[in-house]
């Protein structure tokens, strides 16, 4: 599934499926075709994702350490959770300034 998060607050934010459910999942919501964040829920749901952002960033460097204590080279790193939330974060900094709710599927 391809999440496409809407705000009268700022443009479009498009997420393949995997990152936009672990992230809908962090924030407490179902991971489904149509959804809303609102207002009221946006400084509690922008922390739970800085939250699953910190405990991701813990276990790649818990992945890293455990690497070299064997003596092996880390594995790389991809694209990160921060890197691919970052949009629907700024989002909901602007619609929560604006007032407005973010949805998709809609």
Same mark, same amino acid.
């Given at each position: 599934?391809?999440?496409?998060?809407?705000?009268?607050?700022?443009?479009?934010?498009?997420?393949?499926?995997?990152?936009?459910?672990?992230?809908?999942?962090?924030?407490?919501?179902?991971?489904?075709?149509?959804?809303?964040?609102?207002?009221?829920?946006?400084?509690?749901?922008?922390?739970?994702?800085?939250?699953?952002?910190?405990?991701?960033?813990?276990?790649?460097?818990?992945?890293?350490?455990?690497?070299?204590?064997?003596?092996?080279?880390?594995?790389?790193?991809?694209?990160?959770?921060?890197?691919?939330?970052?949009?629907?974060? /700024?989002?909901?900094?602007?619609? /929560?300034?604006?007032?407005?709710?973010?949805?998709?599927?809609?």
């Amino acid at each position: 599934m391809i999440y496409k998060f809407k705000s009268k607050a700022a443009g479009d934010v498009i997420m393949l499926g995997p990152t936009g459910d672990r992230i809908l999942g962090a924030i407490g919501k179902e991971p489904a075709a149509k959804g809303i964040i609102e207002v009221a829920d946006m400084p509690a749901a922008m922390k739970a994702v800085e939250a699953a952002i910190a405990a991701d960033e813990a276990e790649a460097r818990r992945i890293d350490e455990e690497a070299r204590a064997n003596g092996q080279t880390p594995p790389p790193r991809g694209i990160t959770l921060r890197q691919r939330a970052w949009p629907l974060v /700024e989002m909901m900094k602007l619609a /929560e300034r604006d007032g407005h709710d973010i949805v998709w599927g809609v």
